[in-house]
Every structure is written in structure tokens, then in C-alpha cells.
């Protein structure tokens, strides 16, 4: 059993910062791919950024050169730093993690629950 736990979300002005963690926990041998993900009002959901185990990154266009997702991997947690914040960063974010259990190992999708972020013009 494994679980997301996301955290950093909140309300800022246009042009402020905010630093979202996604903590892993539960029966956890490895995780490899950490992604984010969002979802704006009226929009479809639509890849932010992604790093793998050995911290290779990549980004959307839209948030290249503001946007830094970083990784703990003693902490089994991803971070995603948002700089330069626009109104249309207005969205649901959603941390996913591909993990491998450490009870009778296999490959798991697991998805956190998602924190709001809204940027305020």
C-alpha cells in the first residue's frame, strides 16, 4: 500500500512563488518516474513536469524557465518550485509516482489527491 501526500498549494498574487512537495510513503522499495501534473478549470489535465530516479528532468512549454521539479529521494518525495506565477498557473496539481513495493514487489501508478493553486492577477 502506498500513498501521495501532497502539500503547498494556496492562493498568491501574479508574479509570487509557491513550493509544492509530494511525499511518498507506505510499502516502498523504489520510485522511479515522479510527475506532475494539472488541471485548470475548464481544461483538460496536461503533463507540468517529470523526473526520473536518476533526476533527469523535463517540462511543458508553458512553464519552462519558471517552473524547477526536483527530487528527495531518501525522502521519497518530489518538489515542484513555481516561480513568476501567471493567472492561467490556475489549477488543480496533481503529484503521480511509478512505484516498485517493497511487500512481494511489483509496479504501482499511484496518484496524490491533488492541491489547489491560484494565482491571482
Known amino acids: 500500500q502506498v500513498q501521495l501526500v501532497e502539500s503547498g498549494g494556496g492562493l498568491v498574487q501574479a508574479g509570487g512563488s509557491l513550493r509544492l512537495s509530494c511525499a511518498a510513503s507506505g510499502s516502498i522499495f523504489t520510485i522511479n518516474d515522479m510527475v506532475w501534473y494539472r488541471q485548470a478549470p475548464g481544461k483538460q489535465r496536461e503533463l507540468v513536469a517529470g523526473i526520473t530516479r536518476g533526476g533527469t528532468t523535463n517540462y511543458a512549454d508553458s512553464v519552462s524557465g519558471r517552473f524547477t521539479i526536483s527530487r528527495d529521494n531518501a525522502k521519497n518525495t518530489v518538489y515542484l518550485q513555481m516561480n513568476s506565477l501567471k493567472p492561467e498557473d490556475t489549477a488543480v496539481y496533481y503529484c503521480?509516482?511509478?512505484?516498485?513495493?517493497?511487500?512481494?514487489?511489483?509496479?504501482?501508478?499511484?496518484w496524490g489527491q491533488g492541491t489547489l493553486v491560484t494565482v491571482s492577477s
Open positions: 503521480k509516482a511509478v512505484v516498485i513495493t517493497a511487500t512481494f514487489p511489483r509496479y504501482l501508478e499511484v
